[in-house]
């Protein structure tokens, strides 16, 4: 009976929590392709959340295949004329089309109707960020602590720097900051880079370089990761820790805001990846975002919806990437087709996909081996 238990709270509190966040995400995405796409006049086949075999689904009065499929871990729209779940056409079966036919499908559609439908699904994705983040703000507020050091950790890059109690943080290498939370958050995707901080001491203004710390911090579910630290703190009296009330408008021009912050958080986390200065360790694959997603649940549906939107723009993201198969790399084939004047040859869009096939699954495997190695570390 301990078995069952375990497994029961194993897919309660973690597989049915990651299902429905990613499938969530999934068809948001792949609506954002459906609905421009239709627009366009694209014939669309099938909308699947998940790829393999069928579980259930329906034809709808377009010949639409709307479907629920085993494997839990993505999703697609299949168009007309399409070879695969990939948009890859289908190079014999649509000469063999009547014009009519072709201008119903992806590839016999205008470029710019073909660039609007692939990029549909990751602007789908930020808004739905948007609109997740908007309504936390409009429903919570927003907490503020304001950029004042209360307590200079000894030794820190800040002491070294010379930080004060007191000081008032006014911008991070120019960058305006106006409250804790931007401070935290500049420095932590920035380990080991040297930074300028520009502060207000009574009436005087200093700049003041330094370079924070990479450290090892633990959460509360005891998950380790690496963030850069300066070495500063501040409290309920420095601080004057508070909740704004905001305006729906206010709520979603916040949404805005803390979207475009996850999208720079992610782009500087990945360039520090590039460059070196922050381990690949760090990334995760679909069972880090499993584990993260029953944590967040055992928190309440708030902290859930958080961690849906920072997911939709990660997701956003990775198929904005220049890699054929996804998003970005089908834009790129545009781009070069808006250049040449023709379409990139079959035989070379063939390879570029098989390419891009091998990097995504390899990715995948990396992930998943990070996620491994972390649960039996």
């Known amino acids: 009976m301990e078995f069952v238990a375990s497994v029961f709270g194993f897919l309660t509190g973690y597989i049915v929590p990651f299902v429905l966040v990613l499938s969530l995400l999934v ?42 499929s085993v494997i839990p871990l993505g999703g697609y729209v299949r168009f007309f004329g399409d070879a695969d779940a990939s948009s890859r056409p289908e190079k014999d079966a649509y000469d063999s089309l009547s014009p009519e036919e072709k201008a119903q499908t992806l590839s016999g559609a205008a470029l710019w109707k073909r660039a609007a ?45 010379g930080v004060l109690p007191g000081d008032v943080l006014l911008a991070l290498d ?13 420095v932590s995707v920035r380990p080991e880079i040297p930074i300028t901080v520009t502060l207000r001491r009574g009436d005087e203004e200093l700049r003041l370089p330094m370079v924070p710390e990479r450290s090892e911090i633990t959460d509360q579910f005891g998950n380790t990761m690496e963030v850069g630290l300066i070495g500063i703190i501040t409290n309920q009296e420095a601080g004057n820790f508070r909740v704004e009330e905001l305006t729906p408008v206010e709520a979603v021009a916040e949404g805005v805001r803390q979207t475009w912050h996850v999208v720079t958080g992610t782009m500087d986390y990945l360039a520090n990846l590039v460059t070196g200065r922050m381990n690949a360790d760090q990334l995760g694959g679909p069972v880090r975002v499993a584990q993260a997603s029953g944590q967040m649940a055992t928190l309440g549906v708030a902290a859930v919806l958080q961690l849906a939107a920072v997911l939709s723009v990660s997701i956003g993201l990775l198929n904005l990437m220049p890699v054929p198969v996804l998003d970005g790399g ?7 087709e808006a250049v040449r004047g023709r ?20 990715l995948m495997v990396f992930a998943t081996w990070n996620d491994i190695t972390r649960l039996i570390g």
């Open 174 to 186: 120019d960058v305006r900051v106006q409250t804790f939370d931007d401070v935290r958050r500049y």
């Open 27 to 68: 068809f948001v995405h792949e609506m954002g392709h459906y609905l421009v796409g239709r627009w366009s006049g694209i014939r669309i086949l099938a909308f699947s959340v998940g790829f393999g075999p069928e579980l259930v689904g329906f034809t709808d009065r377009h010949g639409t295949r709307w479907k629920i």
């Open 117 to 161: 439908t692939v990029a549909a699904g990751p602007i789908a994705n930020f808004l739905l960020a948007i609109v997740i983040f908007a309504v936390l703000f409009g429903i919570f507020g927003k907490p503020i602590a304001d950029p004042v050091v209360a307590e200079v950790k000894s030794p820190s890059a800040a002491e070294a720097a």
């Open 330 to 336: 089908h834009l790129v084939l545009y781009a070069l």
């Open 343 to 362: 379409p990139v040859g079959e035989a070379a869009q063939e390879i570029a996909f098989r390419i891009g096939l091998a990097m995504i699954l390899s």
